[in-house]
C-alpha cells in the first residue's frame, strides 16, 4: 500500500468531515461528524462545570468479529 | 451530504492522480488490513487520522486521533470548560479559582466520550436548565451557633467566650462607628471604596451620567433603571433618527449589559462568544454587523496549537450568572450555539 495513498486517504476524509458530510464505505463502516453541544457537567464533590460545544466524528459499523471469522 | 465508496474513489483519483483501478485497489487493500489487523486482536492506527479496533462485543470502532478532532472541531479550539459552581464547602469562586481553571485544557483532556472522563458524574444536556436558583449563599458563621443549644454541659463556658466576644465586636463596632464619622466629616468615604469596590462602580457610573446628563430625569432614577435593564431604544433598530438615539445609547446606559455599546470599565467581566474565525477579516466584519444590530460586540484572539482564533463575543456582564442569563435574549441558534469567557480585550 503506497504511502500517498494514505495521505490523500487522511486529506479527503478530513475535508469531507469539515465540510459535514457522513462518507460511507462499503466493507469497513459510515463516518459522520455530529455536532455535541454544550453542556453542564455535575461532579459528586458538586462541581459544575459548563462544557463548551464541540463537532465529534462518529463512525458505526455492520462488521462483528464474530461474522468475520 | 453523503459520500459513497464510489464518489470516494473519485475523490482520491483527483488527490493521487492515480488511476481508478489502483485507487480502488489500495482503498480495498486498506480496508482488509484494518479489518485483519482488528481480528487478530489489534488496533491499526492511521497516524494523525485514528484508530481502528474491535471492541469486547466484537463490533469494529474507531476512535478519531487528537489532530482529527481538534480540526474538525476547530470552530470550538481554544474554548473552556467553564466552572459554574466550585466544590462544596465553598463560596462562589471569585477571579482567583477561574485563574486556577485557566489551566484545564478542554482538547486533550475531554474526548468524545465524556463518560470515561470523569466517570461517576451526572450529564445535564441542555442549557443552564437551573439558572433562576442563585448560587449558595454561605455569609460568615453567625454569632449564636447551634452548638450553643445542643452542648448543654460546657454551656457556662461557651456563654461565657460568647459574652467576650460579643463585647469585644460591640466595641470593635463603636471604635470603627467613631472613626468612619470623624472621617466623614473631612472627606467622603475612603472606607467605603475599600470595603465594597462595586460601590465605587456604581459612582462611577453615576458620576459618568452626571457629567453627560444635562437636564434629564434625576440621576438617582437614571442609575436605577440602567442597572436593571438598559432601555430598549438604546439599540438604533431603525435608522431613521439616528443622532439622537446614539445619544441616548452613550447616556443612558448601564455599565453591563448585553446591547449598547462596549464599556471599557466593563472588560473585567464576561462576555458571550457566538463565532470563532481564523480570519480577522470575518471576524471585524461579524463584529460590526452584531453592533449594527445594537449589541455590545468584542473581537478577541486566542492562539491555539499554533493558530489564531478570532473570537466575536456580545455582552459585558459582571459575572458568569448574568452572562448565562443573557444568553436566553439572543436568536437562535445563538441561544444555544455560544460559550461565555470571561472578556479578553487584545
Known amino acids: 500500500m503506497e504511502s500517498k495513498f494514505i495521505i490523500a486517504f487522511k486529506e479527503v476524509l478530513r475535508e469531507q468531515f469539515i465540510e459535514q458530510n457522513a462518507v460511507e464505505i462499503d466493507g469497513l463502516g459510515q463516518f459522520e461528524v455530529k455536532h455535541r453541544e454544550q453542556y453542564q457537567k455535575k461532579f459528586e464533590s458538586g462541581k459544575v462545570v459548563l462544557m463548551p460545544p464541540a463537532d465529534v466524528v462518529e463512525f458505526k459499523s455492520n462488521i462483528k468479529n464474530s461474522n468475520e471469522d | ?346
Do not use: C
Open chain 2, 1 to 346: 451530504m453523503k459520500i459513497d465508496k464510489q464518489k470516494l474513489v473519485e475523490l482520491l483519483v483527483q488527490k493521487t492522480s492515480m488511476g481508478e483501478e489502483e485507487v480502488k485497489s489500495q482503498l480495498d487493500q486498506l480496508i482488509e488490513r484494518i479489518i485483519d489487523a482488528a481480528k487478530r486482536g489489534k488496533a491499526l492506527e492511521i497516524r494523525e487520522f485514528g484508530l481502528f479496533y474491535f471492541d469486547e462485543d466484537g463490533e469494529l470502532k474507531f476512535d478519531p486521533s487528537d489532530e482529527l478532532s481538534t480540526e474538525i472541531s476547530f470552530k470550538y479550539a481554544g474554548m473552556k470548560p467553564v466552572e459554574l459552581k466550585p466544590e462544596r464547602d465553598t463560596t462562589f469562586p471569585e477571579a482567583e479559582e477561574d485563574d486556577d481553571f485557566e489551566d484545564f485544557d478542554f482538547l486533550s483532556d475531554i474526548p468524545g466520550d465524556d463518560s470515561n472522563v470523569f466517570p461517576g458524574t451526572e450529564e445535564e444536556k441542555g442549557v443552564f436548565a437551573d439558572q433562576e436558583k442563585p448560587a449558595e449563599k454561605k455569609k460568615s458563621t453567625p454569632l449564636k451557633s447551634p452548638k450553643f443549644q445542643s452542648n448543654k454541659r460546657s454551656g457556662s463556658i461557651i456563654w461565657v467566650f460568647a459574652a467576650i466576644l460579643a463585647v469585644a465586636i460591640l466595641v470593635l463596632a463603636y471604635l470603627y462607628f467613631i472613626g468612619s464619622l470623624a472621617t466623614s466629616t473631612q472627606e467622603p468615604s475612603p472606607a467605603v471604596t475599600q470595603v465594597e469596590p462595586e460601590a465605587l462602580n456604581d459612582e462611577n457610573v453615576a458620576a459618568r451620567d452626571d457629567s453627560t446628563e444635562e437636564s434629564e430625569a434625576p440621576d438617582a432614577e437614571i442609575e436605577m433603571e440602567s442597572s436593571v435593564e438598559p432601555p430598549e431604544e438604546i439599540i438604533p433598530a431603525d435608522p431613521a433618527e439616528p443622532a439622537e438615539e446614539t445619544d441616548v445609547s452613550n447616556e443612558d446606559q448601564s455599565l453591563y449589559g448585553l446591547r449598547g455599546s462596549v464599556m471599557e470599565e466593563a472588560n473585567n467581566g464576561y462576555s458571550i462568544v457566538l463565532h470563532s474565525f481564523t480570519e480577522e477579516e470575518n471576524a471585524r466584519s461579524t463584529s460590526e454587523n452584531l453592533t449594527r444590530q445594537g449589541y455590545r460586540s468584542i473581537v478577541s484572539s486566542r492562539t491555539v496549537a499554533d493558530r489564531t482564533m478570532w473570537r466575536v463575543s456580545v455582552g459585558q456582564f459582571e459575572t458568569l450568572q448574568n452572562a448565562q442569563q443573557a444568553t436566553r435574549d439572543l436568536p437562535e441558534p445563538y441561544n444555544v450555539q455560544n460559550f461565555i469567557q470571561r472578556i479578553q480585550i487584545n
